[in-house]
């Protein structure tokens, strides 16, 4: 393992190096970031015009509230495709044949091509969430429990994503994994709206949904609330543990098909 190192600076630096090129996906990037707060900003004055029901209930503005759903939501997406993207362009760069074929586990190697992906969204995620927290007045408890419960939320983004890589090699367009988490979060995650208004007979995928957990963990630290029991911190956990292993056994089983049918290289 001590080629490790120095494998992931390689693929740190490729990747930044990479994304430094693209400067007009860059530049609209961060455009549609801030119009995503002017949107979320005039959000939250209408919802503070129909009363003060809402930060009384929730222990903050509906821009505060949206804001982190949006943020972990999206530094999630990341996550879920950031594999998958990173497969598809060692694919169509005719390398990812190359890649697999060098010292180290290929399922490290994936792991690590995407990896840069997501540290950056995570990075980036958690100065947003701190900038417009000291431009709203608020603060936030950096707790263990806040700490532990997003690194498990992350563990589990990067299975699903993982799981998502193995599909796009047999599927080469198209996969099921990270859209259905996606979705499923965007809708009963609690990311734009309380989780508690849903109808009763989407509470049970709101509560099975690490989505649910993390945000709820997120937004009492900015609140100063009393925290959450521990059984949100034991289900993402469980929940870590299950994707992880879920995405490097369909990793693996994506990787032995394409091997199989000859296509590991096909776009």
Known sequence: MGWLPGVGLAFAARAVATRLSYRTQ???GLASTALSMVV???MGRVVACAGSGFESRYGMSYTTFALVGVVVHGAAS???GAFRSSVRREQL???LEQLLASRGSPVLLVALSGAVDVLGSCAGGAVLV???SRLAGLSIDVSAQLVGAVSLYVVTVCG???ASAGVVLVSKEGEPVSWVAGTLSALAGGVYFPADLLPPWLEPVSRALPTTHVLAVVRASISHGA???RLPMLFLAAAAAAAAASGVLVLRWGLARARRLGTLGEY
């Open 26 to 28: 860059l530049s609209l």
């Open 40 to 42: 979320l900003l005039f």
């Open 93 to 95: 760069q005719g390398t």
């Open 130 to 132: 701190v900038l417009c």
């Open 160 to 162: 699903f994503g993982l």
């Open 78 to 80: 990341v996550g879920l």
């Open 227 to 229: 925290g959450v029991s």
